[in-house]
């Protein structure tokens, strides 16, 4: 079933991930730090299928807010410590979808130049690189324009007080939207702030905690429903992840006491720890 949702003026299509896709995702996001290669190549796969009407950072990551919470639920829970003393909280999809801000880039102009920026693709900025580059769309020299990979393989040949001149649009625009978090967590009298992910890393711990599941979890529940009926794990992977929890608790209902010991029953959809 498609699924519509809207951010800002444009409409964003998009569907429950399947368990392959989740599982996929999981994969990618293994280990403190994650191949970026893998993860990117792993990502646009699952975006292309997934979601449709996307063309930048903001609207990828509103998409991604609207396939967590479709797909695996609303509430986020999350552990981090601070102090050496482990908080325990949560944040929901529906804040962040209502809360999450794109700041406008103007249009550079020195001299003879005009740089147009536009924000760069979730992708891409988990890629790493020049990260000025990934934030300019095209460069207009007199009365000739150049666009995509040919205007960011100009940047580095840029006068240097034009390229200045962009790096200040660039962190002008980050700051607006690092003083505008996605939201707050409270604990006792202390408040922690939510941000947007804007650097590679940032964004891959913020993937790490939206899409939190225990990837052996997944296993167990596969293992746990094709020793017990017809069920093959291709007719699950083609599935989503409510349906293989609807499977698994089905198939935990009906087995033995006995045999109900020896399973462990840890969901496959665990809080997240920072």
């Known amino acids: 079933m498609i699924l519509v949702s809207k951010f800002e003026d444009q409409t964003i299509q998009y ?11 999981l994969k990618s996001l293994l280990g403190e ?6 993860l990117c190549a792993n990502l646009r796969c699952v975006f292309e299928e997934a979601f449709k009407g996307t063309n930048d950072f903001f609207q990828e990551l509103y998409a991604l807010f609207c396939l967590r919470q479709v797909s695996i639920g609303d509430k986020v829970p999350i552990i981090f410590c601070e102090d050496d003393k ?5 944040f929901t999809m529906e804040h962040c979808k209502k809360t999450l801000k794109r700041e406008k880039l103007k249009v550079v102009k020195w001299k003879k130049y005009e740089v147009q ?16 580059e990934a934030f300019v769309k ?7 324009i150049v666009a995509g990979e040919i205007a960011k393989g100009l940047v580095g040949d840029l006068p240097f007080e034009l390229y200045r001149e962009v790096e200040k649009e660039i962190g002008r625009a980050i700051e607006v939207i690092e003083n505008n978090p ?16 804007l650097y590679s890393d940032a964004i891959i711990r913020f993937l790490k ?10 296993y167990d529940q596969f293992f746990l429903i094709t020793k017990n009926t017809a069920i093959t794990p291709e007719y699950l992977d083609k599935g989503t992840p409510a349906e293989l929890e609807i499977y698994t608790n089905r198939v935990l209902a009906s087995q033995p006491q006995q045999e109900l010991d020896e399973i462990d029953e840890d969901s496959a959809f665990g809080d997240s720890i920072v």
């Open 15 to 25: 569907r429950e991930l399947t368990v392959s896709e989740y599982k996929t995702i």
């Open 33 to 38: 730090e994650p191949d970026k290669d893998i």
């Open 86 to 90: 482990q908080i325990n909280g949560a």
């Open 117 to 132: 920026l536009n924000w760069p693709s979730l992708i891409d900025l988990i890629g790493g690189g020049n990260y000025t």
């Open 138 to 144: 095209s460069i207009k020299i007199n009365n000739t």
């Open 182 to 197: 996605l939201g707050v967590i409270k604990s006792g009298a202390k408040e922690y702030q939510i941000p947007v992910p």
């Open 209 to 218: 905690i939206m899409f939190n599941g225990d990837l052996g979890g997944i």
